[in-house]
């Protein structure tokens, strides 16, 4: 097993971890499973997590955790439901683990959704974005989301790309970007 380069999720929880100076507000922007926000909520006061699925939703909520507002919405509607700067913004784009393949983030919504999020980020936040791209949507995401960051200001963004050189053309990539 590797250490570094097994689980882009993993290695987005590290860096997240240790490169987020603040750590009052997060936002898992795809709760799915709920695997990032139980990590974003053992280290940041206050988490919000999307999801468009009632059942992801329902089914974390069960857990009942103080710091975490779980919200049945649209990733692109962060300014609808959060009214102040976060500190960190997660990802992971594609469908959910073990659920309907049918049902994927959209390349429309999730454009609009980190142009949103990298607004209310605060100065010093941290948005880490893993787009899973071994699907038809993933593909066009995958496309879109890059060539709208490439032409991110680089005084103001600094944003790094993490692939697997020696796997298949559809292997996640992470994407890390720092907010100046």
Not at 51 to 62: H, K, L, P
Not at 107 to 117: A, D, F, R, V, Y
Not at 154 to 177: A, C, E, H, T, W
């Amino acid at each position: 097993m590797y250490k570094y380069v097994g689980n882009i999720s993993d290695l987005s929880h590290y860096i997240i971890k240790n490169f987020v100076l603040n750590k009052h507000i997060a936002i898992d922007a795809t709760l799915g499973n709920g695997y990032d926000t139980d990590f974003l909520s053992s280290i940041f006061n206050k988490v919000y997590a999307f999801d468009i699925q009632e059942d992801a939703c329902r089914n974390y909520i069960y857990k009942k955790k103080d710091n975490v507002e779980v919200i049945n919405a649209s990733h692109h509607l962060f300014k609808k439901y959060i009214n102040e700067k976060v500190d960190c913004i997660m990802y992971n784009l594609g469908f959910l683990p073990g659920g309907n393949k049918e049902i994927t983030t959209l390349h429309e919504t999730s454009l609009e959704s980190i142009k949103e999020g990298l607004d209310i980020l605060e100065n010093g936040g941290i948005m880490t974005i893993c787009i899973y791209r071994g699907h038809y949507e993933g593909k066009i995401e995958e496309t879109c989301i890059l060539e709208y960051l490439k032409k991110l200001p680089k005084n103001q963004f600094g944003v790094m790309v993490q692939s697997y050189l020696n796997r298949q053309d559809i292997s996640p990539l992470l994407v890390v970007i720092e907010k100046k």
